[in-house]
């Protein structure tokens, strides 16, 4: 794996590291690719239950993509589809299990998409968040819509056009939606990181694929679609071990033993 995204793995918690912070930890080619390959892994490895990403250093998430190292109208990819060429984040790589962002710094353009696409955003209060896109003559046209999932069309709208000329503070992104759990500076946000997915390792791993599909479905389905996609996920999740072994443990006052079917969550 490239050595700008480090991979460890404690337990059943992966924890993914943007390694770049001399540079912002700004994404390369490189580190384009050895995320997706991170995100297969973490999807295909059952003995994985949570992931974490996170960036070197406590200047710095994501600075987004490496401006000295972008590929601007290529040939190659005006002709491919969205899917098809980005492929970085989890929601990205449809990552079925729980997956947390973990803000130690500046989170800014492209680095939004780890913010927009976690299940679950911690971030420092000395982080903050900006999408530089105009001021570099790009679009923003990707990122911006997950911000505006998330936060709302106003604060997509404020960081997308003002570009440098606004950094939104973590306590607003926090107060907006944004960012779900505020700490106060990069350890002890990656502390409450791993204390959380430790916590959310112990759950039924069908079960939680289920509940995060049903709710990401509903940024996408309108009403009576997405609680009728969420009623039908439900009613899959009956005839599954899980479903039998979580009362009976509770009764029994024992730890759960979860079934892991990977198949089960496509």
């Not at 924890?15 to 912002?24: D, F, K, Q, S, W």
């Not at 404020?158 to 350890?187: F, K």
């Not at 009728?228 to 009613?235: C, I, M, P, V």
Request: charged fraction near 20%; include cysteine; charge should be neutral.
């Amino acid at each position: 794996m490239d050595d700008s995204l480090l991979f460890d793995l404690d337990d059943s918690v992966a924890l993914l590291t943007l390694n770049r912070p001399a540079e912002g930890n700004a994404m390369t080619p490189g580190m384009l690719v050895a995320l997706e390959q991170a995100w297969a892994r973490v999807e295909d490895d059952a003995a994985i239950r949570v992931a974490i990403i996170t960036g070197a250093g406590e200047r710095h998430f994501c600075t987004g993509a490496s401006v000295g190292k972008l590929e601007v109208g290529q040939g190659s990819l005006q002709n491919k589809p969205n899917a098809a060429v980005n492929r970085f984040s989890p929601r990205m790589c449809r990552v079925s299990k729980p997956v947390i962002c973990a803000v130690n710094g500046l989170a800014n353009g492209g680095g939004l998409h780890f913010v927009a696409d976690s299940d679950i955003v911690i971030a420092s209060r000395l982080a903050a968040f900006m999408d530089t896109h105009v001021s570099v003559g790009q679009v923003s046209g990707l990122e911006s819509i997950g911000v505006a999932r998330r936060a709302g069309v106003g604060a997509a709208l404020l960081m997308g056009l003002a570009g440098r000329g606004y950094r939104m503070p973590a306590e607003r992104a926090h107060q907006l939606g944004l960012v779900d759990l505020l700490e106060e500076n990069a350890a002890a946000t990656m502390a409450r990181a791993k204390e959380l997915a430790r916590a959310i390792a112990a759950n039924s791993p069908q079960a939680m694929a289920h509940t995060k599909r049903a709710i990401w479905a509903s940024t996408e389905m309108p009403d009576p679609a997405a609680p009728d996609f969420g009623w039908e996920l439900l009613k899959l999740h009956w005839g599954h071990p899980d479903f039998a072994e979580g009362p009976q443990a509770f009764t029994e006052k024992r730890a759960p033993r979860w079934t892991v079917d990977p198949n089960a969550r496509r």
